[in-house]
């Protein structure tokens, strides 16, 4: 008999921003609509199937939150406001960002979605966006906003639900009427995932596993220079980061969500993205954890051996692969299961262009098959497979959301002599093989590059290490502040921020990604009530395509006539410039406010530096209500000029960073400058005040600072404004006739 045991992986990041209380994305409501509930009700067909789901607890408190209608995100909001009520911006965003799925099974599929997005065309730049949105009439848009969600629905809905199957129908022309049956829908789905979960494994027919809370790299919380183990000659972060007591509190926080939501601990544990270490498995096994598991190269490597397989690829040495072990460290003791992980990636990136009982066919005998060798090669002894793979993501490429073909899987799985499906714990209640240590790496590559190996990662890692030292530093915050700070840093270790950056892995959010988790940074400065470090709002992306605000360099010498006006034509010349208004994405604001600045200007004469905000409002009267502008310069480091309104007059005052960790502002008065408000501010910087000369570099923002000190724009939003000072052959460069 040969036990098969598989484990869903049910994940996604922790979408919300804390301040905010928004989620910057909809892929934790989406998924749950298409995957969640539909992939353990299925297994109602399948009384003798056994199925190991893993749920990792940054994916249950959202769903929670969007089950009791508490939780809000941008592209739900504007999914259910009615359509003539749609603002320019509105339409754009929806444009951009409400054809994100599976074009084959999930678009084309739907003649009216697929209409839509021929009718829309590339959206490659935002004229290309706001072009698009001329074409669209408000029937379209409602079409659109219904079509957006409907293309996910569960399965079990769409085939079988009057309400659901009767918008398929109708295809077109839907009302506000039908959005808010969709609406219905949608909320009774996210009501049921978590009782049907809680159900199944009271019945018994599921174990349910968990991941650390945040879905953080346990090895690399315990100790960042473990990465060092397999690229010893990498580049580190700037600073260490070592906290294994951070990683004992993630997985403290799992075992006690997971027994809240359904009435026990969970025994098993999937460390996020396989990872392990000797470090963290003690630590595994402290939290009440009694097996946990990994891929087949981690084992490999433990063992000094190459698992290799044939050209039909089946194992040469099943022996090694088909059991459990116990991993024993010191006085700790946890099993340890490893996955196939040919047979897993043929579920995940092969089998959905297979009709779906043949894929069924092969994977089930390649099952029996890997059964007859290993007990071939034990005399006699059952194989125990463990197949382990994302539970939802794949199955937008499969037929029918992948139902049919886990269908035909479970079948041939119940009904094939000498195959048994087991849960994770059966299969690693007995280990007959033990090992004293574990080889630190992930499931990809047996390494953590992914998480730590690129410069756009090293930077993330430092920034986190500085924040996680500002919270052990932090002596005067309330004991509110101090725990929401240590709850952002959680958050900031998560994994999935530092799975985007780099040159290995890219999507159409990795702007979004990168700035929520330098949110999520900035909040800790912001709830500990310490300067914000000014690199927090820089994108760390390095590699990829950064939407930046359009910029054009100085061309020539000019000295403009500072009176805060624009005096003629010719006066700003020359000057480099760059428009804000075009940078958009998930992230926007939700004060309702429109942006304050519109266009920035800058420039120099041989003495002094020019900067130049034009706004959607007279800026004299921006600054007269109280708002303050801030040019915030990377180079020189710790440089601002703050120009405020107070007392009846302006003033432009230079500010150094000082103190300890630069917690300090120190005023060091105006400095020769000067500043002039009126429909534009104008400011004129000596350039021996930022003590730089020609040649060397600038880099700068304009922010934006409320009343109460608080931060609210900063332009441009990811990338700061970066220029050479001109030296003597500056304009014999840019001359033209």
């Not at 402290?286 to 433990?302: P, Q, V």
């Not at 007279?618 to 710790?638: C, K, N, Y």
Request: net charge negative; proline share 5%; hydrophobic share 40%.
């Amino acid at each position: 008999m040969t036990r098969v045991a598989i484990l869903w992986h049910m994940h996604q990041p922790f979408y919300e921003d804390l301040v905010t209380h928004e989620h910057i994305l909809p892929w934790v409501r989406l998924h749950a609509l298409k995957d969640y509930y539909g992939m353990v009700a299925l297994l109602r067909e399948f009384p003798d199937v056994r199925i190991t789901f893993n749920l990792v607890p940054s994916l249950l408190v959202q769903l929670e939150a969007f089950a009791t209608d508490q939780a809000h995100d941008r592209f739900l909001a504007l999914s259910l406001k009615p359509a003539d009520d749609l603002t320019d911006a509105d339409v754009v965003f929806m444009l951009e960002n409400f054809f994100h799925a599976q074009r084959q099974r999930m678009i084309e599929a739907y003649p009216r979605y697929a209409q839509l997005l021929a009718h829309r065309g590339a959206v490659g730049s935002p004229a290309d966006a706001h072009a698009a949105a001329r074409r669209f009439s408000r029937e379209d848009l409602r079409d659109l906003q219904v079509w957006h969600k409907l293309a996910w629905i569960d399965p079990f809905y769409l085939e079988g639900d009057t309400r659901v199957r009767e918008l398929v129908v109708k295809e077109r022309g839907f009302t506000e009427d039908d959005k808010a049956v969709l609406r219905e829908v949608e909320l009774e789905i996210l009501n049921k995932i978590i009782p049907e979960y809680r159900h199944a494994a009271a019945d018994g027919r599921v174990e349910l596993s968990a991941s650390p809370f945040y879905h953080p790299i346990l090895p690399l919380l315990c100790d960042t220079d473990i990465y060092l183990r397999t690229h010893p000659d990498s580049r580190r972060p700037r600073h260490r980061f070592v906290h294994p007591e951070d990683a004992a509190e993630q997985l403290a926080r799992a075992v006690a969500l997971h027994r809240r939501l359904f009435g026990r601990a969970p025994v098993g544990l999937w460390p996020s993205e396989g990872s392990v270490s000797d470090e963290m498995a003690p630590l595994a096994a402290a939290a009440g954890f009694t097996w946990m598991a990994t891929d087949e190269l981690i084992l490999a490597r433990t063992l000094g051996v190459t698992l290799r397989r044939d050209g039909h690829g089946h194992l040469d040495q099943p022996e090694l692969m088909y059991a459990p072990y116990t991993l024993q460290i010191g006085r700790s003791r946890i099993s340890c299961a490893f996955r196939d992980h040919l047979l897993s990636d043929l579920i995940g990136f092969t089998y959905a262009g297979w009709p779906a009982d043949a894929a069924a066919q092969d994977f089930v005998g390649r099952l029996v098959e890997a059964g007859r060798r290993y007990s071939e090669r034990t005399s006699g002894e059952e194989a125990t497979i463990a197949i382990i793979l994302d539970g939802e993501n794949a199955w937008e490429h499969f037929e029918g959301g992948g139902r049919p073909f886990l269908r035909a899987l479970y079948r041939r799985l119940s009904t094939t002599p000498g195959l048994r499906t087991v849960t994770m714990a059966e299969a690693c209640a007995h280990p007959r093989k033990e090992l004293t240590g574990i080889f630190p790496g992930s499931w990809i590559d047996a390494n953590f590059y992914i998480w730590i190996g690129h410069a756009d990662d090293q930077r993330a890692w430092g920034q986190l290490a500085e924040a996680r030292r500002a919270l052990d530093r932090a002596t005067d915050a309330d004991a509110d502040s101090l725990a929401r700070a240590r709850e952002e840093v959680l958050i900031a270790e998560g994994s999935d921020w530092c799975w985007w950056y780099g040159d290995d892995h890219s999507s159409a959010h990795d702007i979004e990604f990168d700035e929520l988790f330098r949110r999520h940074l900035r909040n800790v400065y912001k709830l500990l009530g310490m300067p914000v470090p000014d690199e927090l709002f820089v994108t760390n992306i390095s590699t990829g395509a950064v939407v930046a605000a359009e910029e054009a360099s100085p061309s020539a010498f000019f000295t403009p006539t500072l009176d805060g006006e624009e005096t003629s034509y010719f006066e700003w010349l020359g000057a480099g410039a760059v428009d804000v208004r075009g940078a958009v994405g998930a992230m926007h604001r939700t004060d309702g406010r429109t942006s304050l600045v519109d266009v920035l200007f800058f420039g120099f004469d041989r003495q002094r530096f020019y900067v130049r905000v034009d706004g959607v409002r007279r800026m004299a009267d921006v600054l007269a209500d109280g708002f303050e502008i801030s040019l915030t310069f990377l180079r020189p480091e710790g440089v601002r000029y703050v120009i405020r309104h107070e007392a009846g007059e302006l003033t432009g005052t230079f500010f150094d960073r000082d103190g300890p960790d630069g917690q300090v502002w120190i005023d060091r008065g105006a400095g020769g400058s000067t500043v002039a408000a009126g429909t534009v501010i104008e400011v004129a910087l000596p350039l021996h005040e930022l003590e730089e000369t020609a040649g060397a570099a600038l880099a700068f923002f304009v922010a934006v600072y409320d009343g109460a000190h608080n931060e609210i724009e900063r332009h441009p939003s990811q990338q700061p404004v970066q220029l050479t000072i001109p030296d003597e052959r500056f304009e014999a460069r840019n001359w033209t006739a």
